[in-house]
């Protein structure tokens, strides 16, 4: 009876279906435990091989709960906005929608086939309206929010207005825009309804303000940071500027200290809190106001500067702005204005990101103005430089060549003096990090102090002087929340007036409405101004058609859309209740559910998806909403699957007509030794006559081989070969590849013995390296429970690894081997059989080392710990059920379709999963006897197996009786017998 894997497989997954075997229930009298995978977006691709790592380790830790009797939830959705879905509707006219649907579908029949045990009833999309309705609800809650420092929570708009109307805003301490003006709550009782929204915009958690963005014109959109690779688009590749918008922002800036706190409380990974501490970015030192020395033609400015070493402030030679910093256009005299708007239209082509790593490039333009120094009086010289950066802290530095390396830098190469301000210390990279020295300047009161000391007399002087203060700064900024595309979730937003107004949460969802065109209007507008139905009645409470605005009771609905990270950041939370239409979520579900146990995913999000789900969590639990104010108590980063890609070598050389395509050995050959190609043995006569020219080759000239040329990298271009053209001793299908790249179809590829070997290299496995490993084609040839076992057998769950589809063999082998373990040529072989002392051993340490790396998270070692046990098994020749049933508990979770077959044919009717997980018994490791090595002059001539509680004299009157040692001696008395206990007998004489 063969292991039909295939038919396995198949008739399990559509038992699970069927049967709803892993369906969570949120009332149980089990404990619960819930372990949750990253969000998956459905790309057009599909899963390859790389993408189910995180999915089957999370899986096999989910099973094992619930063989241990737990109540799991194991939750499966899609993150279903997306610019990919929409630049392909752009380009095709498809609606995202069906798009995303024809995605999913994929994705759903591609997970299933691997067996996850998800919960697919409590399936969300984001793209579903029945989702984002309450993306949008929470979206007015953080309207009708304010952060409170004196209660440190958020709180309601309506005890912040009842506090405007009894004190005015003097004594709010609340997280807020950084140019508030103060008023009396007599002024506020007479300013107009306009004005008094202006003033809450400035206090709310998500607010309109002018923001400076990340501008991809090309996309017609907004991007995250992390949406921008070395200054261009990750989708597409397009130039990306920075640009100043109306943008809604979330002041996620206001849970700096408690994002930063609440990491020493969850048990993530420490360099994903590295990463987010990092980002966050906490910084005490003080701040301090310089005035801007007026012209006659100009009014005076203060810049504001956040400085961690107001002790140096007597070593200011300059100050630095960053380009975007709203005073550059308003102090630049006249005489730079063309220098500076150069620079600044030059800077904004790079990202910050990109600008944050130059740290060798040093550029900048002189303002022309001057600042007046808060001590001495003396005019300091205001620059601008693409090294500071307008979010990060005020976007202007107090500048001390003598205290920092870049300051010092910018100051050598525009010929800025520098003043040495540390006592003793010549201006050199030394002095840079060193906080202890002895700070003097041209103040006696800072004279003998070390740098704290002067830090605080400092920062008493500039507050006497009205001009600076102490201060925590956080480097953590406010997150842009608006995108300028279509297919993303709408606002629940109108404006009256240019004010923003919500609409009342029990008109939500507001859907997506049909568009023509899915690009930005000819006025510059959203892809949502192409909308003809797109205005909100006030009197109906609907979205109408826009001809009907009137500004009275019909008002433009807002046009942008939420940015990706809106329906990732509540997921987990919906997952404990999604088919409530009336609520986010019931109390009773939170209650049960409370947060996610396990949650496993990659390290990419740290700083995205990972700190704005905290965010709102955090905001969630001020609201009352849910119970803890960390959505996941642990958090695993899987490491990557890496592709194993393919290269032919094209010759770079105008000498041949078409391409010369020659393979890895022949590449490195000619690389390495510096052969010519009459030199080398792989060219024919024809090809050599061809390629290496009679007459002189002049400067300037394609580059030829000749008999005294080197060859070098340069003379070849290496090109990715789809490796599904490539089999697994990596020959190359030759005409599949110049069918494929039609621009190579004439090409003459120089063959190895009739066949084209490429060369191989690790890489990221991604579409644009054609390494990408197809998850359907294996699962067809090896099956599912082959694919789980390789991915967790490839190495620790954490680290990155290469794939390699010929290495999937030795599992499909193991597989087969289990499956002759319990059944033979006539069926099943196992039986009631009494298990003998190895069969108990064997079982037992595969418990006990199984168990442990589950805990551990450790899958790669039990992978080896399985193909342990059924080796000794099968040569034990174990037939027993009290032996192998248990084992097939152990397996489950890891290949859950042969198992639940065996167990099956076994005699159960009821899924394994069910199945309590079998209990370790040290009492079947404890060993009894030992297998001694019996010597003869120190020459080990046979064994014994002698009980371990037999005595020294025990043992020597045994030995000397068997018969095997009578034959040793031949009738002759031994000197000396040497026993030791539990190791050796040895027999001298």
Same mark, same amino acid.
């Given at each position: 009876?063969?292991?039909?894997?295939?038919?396995?497989?198949?008739?399990?997954?559509?038992?699970?279906?069927?049967?709803?075997?892993?369906?969570?229930?949120?009332?149980?009298?089990?404990?619960?435990?819930?372990?949750?995978?990253?969000?998956?977006?459905?790309?057009?691709?599909?899963?390859?091989?790389?993408?189910?790592?995180?999915?089957?380790?999370?899986?096999?830790?989910?099973?094992?709960?619930?063989?241990?009797?737990?109540?799991?939830?194991?939750?499966?959705?899609?993150?279903?906005?997306?610019?990919?879905?929409?630049?392909?509707?752009?380009?095709?006219?498809?609606?995202?929608?069906?798009?995303?649907?024809?995605?999913?579908?994929?994705?759903?029949?591609?997970?299933?086939?691997?067996?996850?045990?998800?919960?697919?009833?409590?399936?969300?999309?984001?793209?579903?309206?029945?989702?984002?309705?309450?993306?949008?609800?929470?979206?007015?809650?953080?309207?009708?929010?304010?952060?409170?420092?004196?209660?440190?929570?958020?709180?309601?708009?309506?005890?912040?207005?009842?506090?405007?109307?009894?004190?005015?805003?003097?004594?709010?301490?609340?997280?807020?825009?950084?140019?508030?003006?103060?008023?009396?709550?007599?002024?506020?009782?007479?300013?107009?309804?306009?004005?008094?929204?202006?003033?809450?915009?400035?206090?709310?958690?998500?607010?309109?303000?002018?923001?400076?963005?990340?501008?991809?014109?090309?996309?017609?959109?907004?991007?995250?940071?992390?949406?921008?690779?070395?200054?261009?688009?990750?989708?597409?590749?397009?130039?990306?500027?920075?640009?100043?918008?109306?943008?809604?922002?979330?002041?996620?800036?206001?849970?700096?200290?408690?994002?930063?706190?609440?990491?020493?409380?969850?048990?993530?990974?420490?360099?994903?809190?590295?990463?987010?501490?990092?980002?966050?970015?906490?910084?005490?030192?003080?701040?301090?106001?310089?005035?801007?020395?007026?012209?006659?033609?100009?009014?005076?400015?203060?810049?504001?500067?956040?400085?961690?070493?107001?002790?140096?402030?007597?070593?200011?030679?300059?100050?630095?702005?960053?380009?975007?910093?709203?005073?550059?256009?308003?102090?630049?005299?006249?005489?730079?204005?063309?220098?500076?708007?150069?620079?600044?239209?030059?800077?904004?082509?790079?990202?910050?990101?990109?600008?944050?790593?130059?740290?060798?490039?040093?550029?900048?333009?002189?303002?022309?103005?001057?600042?007046?120094?808060?001590?001495?009086?003396?005019?300091?010289?205001?620059?601008?430089?693409?090294?500071?950066?307008?979010?990060?802290?005020?976007?202007?530095?107090?500048?001390?060549?003598?205290?920092?390396?870049?300051?010092?830098?910018?100051?050598?190469?525009?010929?800025?003096?520098?003043?040495?301000?540390?006592?003793?210390?010549?201006?050199?990279?030394?002095?840079?990090?060193?906080?202890?020295?002895?700070?003097?300047?041209?103040?006696?009161?800072?004279?003998?102090?070390?740098?704290k000391k002067a830090t605080k007399r400092v920062i008493f002087e500039l507050?006497?002087?009205?001009?600076?203060?102490?201060?925590?700064?956080?480097?953590?900024?406010?997150?842009?929340?608006?995108?300028?595309?279509?297919?993303?979730?709408?606002?629940?937003?109108?404006?009256?007036?240019?004010?923003?107004?919500?609409?009342?949460?029990?008109?939500?969802?507001?859907?997506?409405?049909?568009?023509?065109?899915?690009?930005?209007?000819?006025?510059?507008?959203?892809?949502?101004?192409?909308?003809?139905?797109?205005?909100?009645?006030?009197?109906?409470?609907?979205?109408?058609?826009?001809?009907?605005?009137?500004?009275?009771?019909?008002?433009?609905?807002?046009?942008?859309?939420?940015?990706?990270?809106?329906?990732?950041?509540?997921?987990?939370?919906?997952?404990?209740?999604?088919?409530?239409?009336?609520?986010?979520?019931?109390?009773?579900?939170?209650?049960?559910?409370?947060?996610?146990?396990?949650?496993?995913?990659?390290?990419?999000?740290?700083?995205?998806?990972?700190?704005?789900?905290?965010?709102?969590?955090?905001?969630?639990?001020?609201?009352?909403?849910?119970?803890?104010?960390?959505?996941?108590?642990?958090?695993?980063?899987?490491?990557?699957?890496?592709?194993?890609?393919?290269?032919?070598?094209?010759?770079?050389?105008?000498?041949?007509?078409?391409?010369?395509?020659?393979?890895?050995?022949?590449?490195?050959?000619?690389?390495?030794?510096?052969?010519?190609?009459?030199?080398?043995?792989?060219?024919?006569?024809?090809?050599?006559?061809?390629?290496?020219?009679?007459?002189?080759?002049?400067? @300037? /000239?394609?580059?030829?081989?000749?008999? &005294?040329?080197?060859? %070098? +990298? =340069? #003379?070849?271009?290496?090109? $990715?070969?789809?490796?599904?053209?490539?089999?697994?001793?990596?020959?190359?299908?030759?005409?599949?590849?110049?069918?494929?790249?039609?621009?190579?179809?004439?090409?003459?590829?120089?063959?190895?013995?009739?066949?084209?070997?490429?060369?191989?290299?690790?890489?990221?496995?991604?579409?644009?390296?054609?390494?990408?490993?197809?998850?359907?084609?294996?699962?067809?040839?090896?099956?599912?429970?082959?694919?789980?076992?390789?991915?967790?057998?490839?190495?620790?769950?954490?680290?990155?690894?290469?794939?390699?589809?010929?290495?999937?063999?030795?599992?499909?082998?193991?597989?087969?081997?289990?499956?002759?373990?319990?059944? @033979? /040529?006539?069926?099943?072989?196992?039986? &009631?059989?009494?298990? %003998? +002392? =190895? #069969?108990?051993?064997?079982? $037992?340490?595969?418990?006990?080392?199984?168990?442990?790396?589950?805990?551990n998270f450790s899958f790669n070692t039990s992978v080896s710990t399985f193909?342990?046990?059924?080796?000794?098994?099968?040569?034990?020749?174990?037939?027993?059920?009290?032996?192998?049933?248990?084992?097939?508990?152990?397996?489950?979770?890891?290949?859950?379709?042969?198992?639940?077959?065996?167990?099956?044919?076994?005699?159960?009717?009821?899924?394994?999963?069910?199945?309590?997980?079998?209990?370790?018994?040290?009492?079947?490791?404890?060993?009894?006897?030992?297998?001694?090595?019996?010597?003869?002059?120190?020459?080990?001539?046979?064994?014994?197996?002698?009980?371990? /509680?037999?005595?020294?004299?025990?043992?020597?009157?045994?030995?000397?009786?068997?018969?095997?040692?009578?034959?040793?001696?031949?009738?002759?008395?031994?000197?000396?017998?040497?026993?030791?206990?539990?190791?050796?007998?040895?027999?001298?004489?």
């Amino acid at each position: 009876m063969r292991y039909d894997f295939n038919k396995i497989e198949k008739d399990w997954q559509d038992f699970w279906a069927k049967n709803q075997t892993f369906k969570a229930e949120n009332h149980s009298d089990k404990p619960k435990y819930y372990v949750l995978d990253m969000f998956p977006y459905p790309s057009g691709a599909g899963l390859h091989v790389g993408h189910p790592l995180g999915y089957i380790a999370s899986d096999i830790y989910a099973r094992y709960k619930r063989h241990q009797g737990f109540n799991v939830l194991h939750p499966q959705g899609y993150d279903s906005f997306g610019l990919p879905a929409e630049q392909y509707a752009i380009q095709t006219g498809q609606h995202p929608a069906i798009t995303t649907a024809e995605n999913i579908k994929t994705y759903r029949r591609q997970l299933d086939q691997i067996g996850f045990s998800f919960d697919w009833n409590r399936e969300v999309r984001t793209s579903d309206p029945s989702y984002y309705k309450w993306t949008q609800w929470i979206f007015i809650q953080l309207f009708n929010s304010w952060y409170n420092y004196e209660s440190n929570k958020a709180e309601d708009i309506s005890e912040l207005i009842r506090i405007f109307e009894v004190e005015g805003n003097a004594n709010v301490n609340a997280a807020c825009d950084d140019d508030i003006k103060f008023f009396t709550s007599s002024d506020w009782n007479l300013f107009d309804d306009v004005k008094k929204q202006e003033i809450l915009l400035q206090y709310r958690l998500t607010y309109l303000a002018e923001t400076e963005v990340n501008w991809c014109p090309a996309l017609g959109t907004v991007l995250a940071n992390d949406e921008i690779v070395n200054g261009v688009s990750e989708r597409g590749g397009h130039p990306v500027v920075r640009k100043k918008m109306t943008q809604w922002s979330m002041r996620i800036s206001a849970y700096a200290e408690r994002l930063l706190q609440g990491l020493d409380k969850i048990d993530w990974t420490d360099s994903l809190k590295e990463s987010q501490r990092n980002w966050i970015g906490k910084s005490v030192g003080a701040s301090v106001k310089f005035n801007v020395i007026a012209s006659e033609a100009s009014q005076s400015h203060q810049i504001d500067v956040f400085t961690t070493r107001p002790d140096t402030i007597f070593g200011v030679s300059f100050m630095t702005l960053a380009p975007e910093h709203e005073l550059v256009s308003q102090i630049t005299t006249p005489e730079q204005k063309a220098e500076v708007e150069a620079y600044v239209e030059a800077t904004a082509k790079r990202s910050e990101r990109d600008r944050m790593a130059d740290v060798k490039t040093i550029s900048g333009a002189f303002t022309g103005a001057y600042a007046e120094h808060p001590f001495t009086k003396e005019p300091i010289p205001i620059w601008i430089g693409d090294y500071v950066l307008a979010g990060y802290g005020t976007g202007a530095v107090m500048s001390v060549p003598c205290g920092d390396q870049r300051d010092y830098d910018f100051a050598k190469h525009f010929n800025i003096p520098i003043p040495n301000i540390f006592e003793g210390v010549d201006i050199s990279k030394e002095a840079f990090s060193d906080k202890e020295k002895t700070v003097i300047g041209n103040s006696d009161f800072l004279n003998g102090l070390n740098y704290k000391k002067a830090t605080k007399r400092v920062i008493f002087e500039l507050e006497k002087l009205g001009q600076g203060e102490g201060k925590t700064n956080y480097r953590l900024r406010d997150a842009v929340f608006s995108r300028q595309r279509y297919w993303g979730e709408p606002f629940p937003v109108y404006y009256v007036n240019g004010m923003p107004q919500m609409i009342d949460a029990e008109h939500l969802p507001i859907e997506l409405p049909e568009v023509e065109k899915y690009l930005p209007t000819e006025t510059g507008e959203p892809p949502l101004g192409n909308a003809t139905k797109w205005a909100w009645c006030t009197e109906t409470n609907r979205v109408v058609d826009n001809d009907k605005i009137n500004n009275t009771t019909v008002h433009m609905l807002e046009l942008n859309t939420m940015p990706g990270w809106a329906g990732s950041s509540q997921y987990f939370n919906r997952y404990m209740d999604p088919k409530n239409d009336q609520e986010i979520f019931s109390k009773a579900a939170i209650d049960y559910w409370q947060q996610v146990d396990l949650y496993i995913g990659g390290s990419e999000h740290a700083t995205g998806h990972l700190l704005y789900s905290r965010f709102w969590q955090k905001f969630m639990f001020d609201k009352g909403y849910v119970n803890h104010d960390e959505f996941a108590k642990k958090l695993i980063n899987q490491g990557m699957i890496l592709g194993t890609s393919a290269f032919v070598y094209r010759w770079n050389s105008s000498a041949f007509e078409n391409s010369l395509i020659v393979s890895k050995s022949i590449y490195e050959e000619l690389i390495n030794t510096g052969k010519t190609i009459s030199s080398c043995d792989w060219f024919t006569e024809e090809l050599k006559e061809r390629l290496i020219p009679k007459e002189r080759v002049e400067p @300037g /000239d394609a580059v030829f081989f000749t008999e &005294d040329s080197k060859t %070098t +990298k =340069d #003379n070849f271009t290496p090109i $990715h070969a789809d490796v599904s053209f490539v089999n697994s001793s990596d020959e190359l299908d030759v005409e599949a590849f110049k069918n494929w790249r039609t621009e190579f179809k004439d090409a003459e590829f120089v063959l190895e013995e009739g066949v084209y070997k490429v060369g191989r290299d690790v890489e990221k496995m991604s579409k644009s390296k054609y390494n990408v490993v197809n998850p359907d084609n294996i699962c067809k040839e090896y099956g599912a429970d082959s694919l789980r076992l390789y991915e967790m057998f490839l190495g620790p769950l954490e680290q990155y690894k290469p794939w390699n589809t010929a290495g999937i063999t030795g599992v499909h082998s193991f597989l087969k081997k289990l499956w002759k373990l319990y059944v @033979g /040529d006539s069926g099943l072989k196992v039986n &009631d059989a009494e298990p %003998t +002392k =190895d #069969n108990l051993k064997t079982l $037992h340490k595969t418990i006990k080392k199984v168990q442990e790396d589950i805990e551990n998270f450790s899958f790669n070692t039990s992978v080896s710990t399985f193909m342990i046990a059924v080796n000794e098994l099968t040569s034990q020749k174990c037939t027993s059920k009290e032996v192998l049933e248990p084992l097939l508990v152990l397996i489950s979770p890891y290949a859950p379709h042969i198992a639940e077959e065996l167990w099956s044919q076994l005699g159960h009717n009821e899924s394994i999963s069910t199945a309590p997980f079998p209990e370790f018994d040290e009492s079947h490791l404890v060993e009894s006897s030992k297998n001694y090595p019996i010597s003869f002059n120190g020459k080990m001539r046979f064994t014994l197996e002698l009980p371990l /509680d037999m005595s020294k004299d025990e043992i020597e009157k045994t030995v000397l009786a068997n018969e095997k040692t009578q034959d040793q001696l031949q009738g002759r008395t031994p000197k000396k017998v040497i026993v030791v206990p539990g190791k050796i007998v040895n027999i001298v004489g």
